[in-house]
């Protein structure tokens, strides 16, 4: 579909499009853009915040679109999208430390982006829960809305938060 059409359709003029846009490719990283960054700012502690238990709660709830983006073509999309945005986290932990960084953030930023969209995508296969350790039990005890989600998005938000603070 051409740059004039996608326009067209969505009621705004080329130059709007662009305004936003760099092309037709940057459409679907930026429409997903928003939801991973729940991922990436993950907190390093064992509860999980509203925004993450929010995004895995609409996962689950949306589990065939989903798992279709996660295994389809778009899937080095949303590892792109996530790296940058933890590669933006891991700069910002590097600038408080004493020390540098022995290698380039993009690197570690890869690896968590592919890790963390890996555990979402087994979870989505799976029957069963993730296994996480006690460090994350205490969450939906603590905070009432929590309490009504299931125990499953829980334990993957909790795995999310651990696992970032490692």
Known sequence: ????KLAANADVGRSTFYEHFEGKHDLPGQS???MLKAIADAPPSSNAS???LD???HVRAQHALASALLRGSTRPI???VLALKLERQLASLARRSAAPPIAPLAFPALSLAQAHLGAIDAWLSSDDSCDVTDRCTG???DNPRRRRRNVRTERL???FTVFNSE
């Open 1 to 4: 579909m051409s740059i004039s």
């Open 32 to 34: 997903v853009a928003r």
């Open 50 to 52: 509203d925004a993450l």
């Open 55 to 57: 995004l895995l709660t």
């Open 78 to 80: 949303l590892i792109g």
């Open 139 to 141: 969450a939906a005890r």
């Open 157 to 159: 938000a909790c795995a």
